[in-house]
């Protein structure tokens, strides 16, 4: 689809890479709604991204009538719905067996919540409701996109919790995409590598620094608008579907 056509829904969308997202497709000609808890954030959010082509719902994406809810919300509004992009999630970082005692289930538990229940809570709300947009080419109607991350294939020490969500969201991806094909629905994930985000802007010089030498090339972090160029590179190419992209630069996590 052209991405001024693009009516889509972003989770996480207040900062990061769902900001970056929601900034490439208005700037693009479309239309996004902000699923985030951010409300301190959104206000700066909508400012950056100017118009009338943007709100911010405040949604838990573990909710499952609050997700349905506000994704009706968002298809009046943009008056359509035919992309959602899966960017809201948290780290869960902890050792198994930490110093102190062991994990508490109810971390683990949360980080699957959000990451792995969460993104199947919103891609369900939204095929819902693409299910029934009139056909374009090939037969589409929507097509949503999950973030993973490279931990789903090679996860540190401390990354248990973290690892295993975000695994679970490489695993449905296939599934659901053949699930989904008979509606014109394409489901893919991107497994980003280590992006600048919030949480990286805040930790030492030096760390990002170690950080960016371990990725082989470009030996940088990742930007969040490369990140939103490949969603777009999505949306744009009909024929990428159940498929896990590493967006990473060739890195691979070593164990610690």
Sequence with gaps: MMLSEVRAVVTGGVSGLGFAVAQHIIRNGGKAVLFDINDAKSGQALAELGGDNAIYLRTDVSDEAQVAENMAKAREFMQGLNVAVNCAGILGAGRVLGREASMPLSQFATTVKVNLIGSFNVAKAAADLMQHNAPGEDGERGVIVHTASVAAFDGQIGQAAYSASKGGVVGMTLPMARELARFGIRVMTIAPGIFWTPMVDSMPESVQESLSASIPFPSRLGRPEEYAQ???????????????????GSVRLAAK
């Design 230 to 248: 490949t969603v777009a590179f999505i949306l744009q190419n009909r024929y990428l579907n159940g498929e896990t992209i590493r967006l990473d």
